[in-house]
Nanobody
Framework: QVQLVESGGGLVQAGGSLRVSCAASGRAFSVYNMGWFRQAPGKEREFVAAISRGGGSIYYADSVKGRFTISRDNAKNTVYLQMNSLKPEDTAVYYC?????????????????WGQGTQVTVSS
């Protein structure tokens, strides 16, 4: 069992930056592949970024490629999402997720554990 807690969300102006974090407790964090997803009001939850257990494989959604960076610190049981050049369309609740399946890394079904989410709002 793993508990995930996101933090670092908030309100930022378009063009600004924000870093959200996800702290894990419970079973060994390093065995899990980690992902970030987001969900805007009235929309389905969508993939943002994923990082493999050792950090050797990283994937991004096309919509955030070049602007967002996912990273992890296994010693601190934490995964990060650095978000730069934020746009109003990035506004959503951001969720971190953990799982042991490394398929496409983009499907919610590949992740077993989910955090409660943190709100990111980008004003124009």
């Amino acid at each position: 069992q793993v508990q995930l807690v996101e933090s670092g969300g908030g309100l930022v102006q378009a063009g600004g930056s924000l870093r959200v974090s996800c702290a894990a407790s419970g079973r060994a964090f390093s065995v899990y592949n980690m992902g970030w997803f987001r969900q805007a009001p009235g929309k389905e939850r969508e993939f943002v970024a994923a990082i493999s257990r050792g950090g050797g494989s990283i994937y991004y959604a096309d919509s955030v490629k070049g602007r967002f960076t996912i990273s992890r610190d296994n010693a601190k049981n934490t995964v990060y999402l650095q978000m730069n050049s934020l746009k109003p369309e990035d506004t959503a609740v951001y969720y971190c997720a953990g799982g042991t399946i490394w398929g496409t890394s983009r499907r919610t079904s590949e992740y077993t554990y989910w955090g409660q989410g943190t709100q990111v709002t980008v004003s124009s």
